[in-house]
């Protein structure tokens, strides 16, 4: 006799019902998983994720260029090169003041 011949009904029952149980939780599972909340929500969460990761990277390089700048116009000690500054600071007054003299030009038109 072989071991299928030798179960009882009430353990080919008992083995039915277990079955069933965990067939019915893997179709509970599945309709979750398919469930178009549970989709939407698993899209957000990735896109998310895709934008923070995108955000932090964006926030390293911003820091590390910051960083480079400061560097340009601060010395280790923390005083300010004025051999830098002053020449930069220079241009800036001139390009402000062509800006508003070829707007004064404008207008006088």
Same mark, same amino acid.
């Given at each position: 006799? +072989? ?5 009882? %009904? ?22 979750? $998983? =398919?469930? %178009?909340?549970?989709i ?7 896109a ?8 932090? $990277? ?8 910051? +960083?480079?700048? $400061? ?7 923390? +005083?300010? $090169?004025?051999?830098?500054?002053? %020449?930069?600071?220079?241009l800036? =007054? ?6 508003v003299? +070829?707007g004064r ?5």
């Amino acid at each position: 006799m +072989s071991e299928a011949d030798a179960r009882t %009904p009430a353990e080919i029952e008992a083995d039915i019902r277990r079955r069933r149980v965990l067939l019915a939780e893997t179709l509970d599972e599945i309709g979750v $998983r =398919v469930h %178009p909340k549970t989709i939407a929500g698993d899209a957000k969460a990735k896109a998310t994720a895709k934008v923070d990761q995108t955000l932090g $990277r964006a926030y390293v390089e911003v820091n590390r260029t910051l +960083s480079g700048v $400061r560097a340009k116009f601060v010395d280790e000690e923390g +005083s300010p $090169r004025l051999e830098r500054i002053v %020449p930069v600071a220079v241009l800036v =007054v001139g390009v402000v003041g062509l800006v508003v003299a +070829s707007g004064r030009k404008g207008k006088k038109k």
